[in-house]
């Protein structure tokens, strides 16, 4: 794949049991790609996920970027409500 759009984005959480839960949550998605158009690399840095995407163009870093912020989105909301019942 030639890589001609790349983003990376870091995100802070307010606790390492969130971060550690997305991580968990997260990994199987970015190791097993549903397409070629994308590769996604998820870390850890101290209390912040790295989401960095290499895409074969902005069509697709646009749409892997999206499913990715949904899911994170997503999860945190169930962990909130997890946390609160």
């Known amino acids: 794949m030639s890589i001609r759009a790349k983003a ?3 995100l802070k959480f307010k ?3 969130q971060l550690a ?3 968990d949550a997260l990994t199987p998605e970015a190791k ?3 397409t070629r158009r994308a590769n996604v690399r998820l870390k850890q840095k101290g209390g912040c996920l790295v989401l960095s995407v290499d895409a074969a163009d902005t069509i697709a ?3 892997t970027l999206n499913a990715y912020l949904r899911w ?3 999860t945190l909301n169930v962990l ?3 946390e609160h019942s």
């Open 72 to 74: 994170i989105n997503s």
């Open 15 to 17: 606790s390492q049991r």
């Open 61 to 63: 870093l646009r749409s």
């Open 32 to 34: 097993a790609p549903v």
């Open 8 to 10: 990376s984005i870091q």
């Open 21 to 23: 839960s997305l991580l």
């Open 80 to 82: 909130e409500i997890l």
